[in-house]
T-cell receptor
Framework: GAVVSQHPSRVICKSGTSVKIECRSL??????MFWYRQFPKQSLMLMAT?????????EQGVEKDKFLINHASLTLSTLTVTSAHPEDSSFYIC?????????????FGPGTRLTVT | AQKVTQAQTEISVVEKEDVTLDCVYE???????LFWYKQPPSGELVFLIR??????QNEISGRYSWNFQKSTSSFNFTITASQVVDSAVYFC???????????????FGTGTRLLVSP
């Protein structure tokens, strides 16, 4: 099956610093990738939809200047949390959709647990 | 707007009991997809099933079964003879399906935490 990886799996950073999370589709090309955020014991909430070669589409309430998304290739999307604060501590999960046609399965990455101290 | 409701926040059962996780959804679309995912403590989402809106047949996969009822907008999930390894958070999700723009985002329910004790 299709595999999506995320790096790092866990990161701790100090308040005010920026951290980058990578999402890679290992064995398929993904024209669309999605970034979700999950606070402890809560559901997954879509943050943004990332299309290769174009600007990401952010969900209402998500600050695009704080959560920078880049989808420079068909196998890589990055999420950069800028000037992170403790309230940004969360579990970030990406998913990828294969290119072409209508595919209704998202292949999820294993997630990145971000802790901001 | 789309919405998924999982009214059961947490369910505790003893091993070998059967358990049903409820999922009720709202959508204005005639074409949509419903999903169930399992999230063990490790955090990684495990895909369990996808069902499109035109297929109301119930499905069984081993100890898992799903009951899709469009009349009540429900897509319930039953685990038969539960096991300790079934302990996890289970999410029901919904997505629209558009022919021109393809796959749409997933809207997740709030999840049901299942605790299976020995």
């Amino acid at each position: 099956g299709a595999v999506v990886s995320q790096h790092p799996s866990r990161v701790i950073c100090k308040s005010g610093t920026s951290v980058k999370i990578e999402c890679r589709s290992l064995d398929f090309q993904a024209t669309t990738m999605f970034w979700y955020r999950q606070f402890p014991k809560q559901s997954l909430m879509l943050m943004a939809t990332s299309n290769e070669g174009s600007k990401a589409t952010y969900e209402q309430g998500v600050e695009k200047d704080k959560f920078l998304i880049n989808h420079a290739s068909l196998t890589l999307s990055t999420l950069t949390v800028t000037s992170a604060h403790p309230e940004d501590s969360s579990f970030y999960i990406c998913s990828a959709r294969t290119s072409g046609g209508m595919t209704y399965e998202q292949y999820f990455g294993p997630g990145t647990r971000l802790t901001v101290t | 707007a789309q919405k998924v409701t999982q009214a059961q926040t947490e369910i505790s059962v003893v091993e070998k009991e059967d358990v049903t996780l409820d999922c009720v959804y709202e959508t204005r679309d005639t074409t949509y997809y419903l999903f169930w995912y399992k999230q063990p403590p490790s955090g990684e989402l495990v895909f369990l099933i996808r069902r499109n809106s035109f297929d109301e047949q119930n499905e069984i996969s081993g100890r898992y079964s799903w009951n899709f009822q469009k009349s009540t907008s429900s897509f319930n999930f039953t685990i038969t003879a539960s096991q300790v390894v079934d302990s996890a958070v289970y999410f029901c999700a919904l997505s629209e399906a558009r022919e021109n723009t393809g796959f749409q985002k997933l809207v997740f329910g709030t999840g049901t935490r299942l605790l299976v004790s020995p």
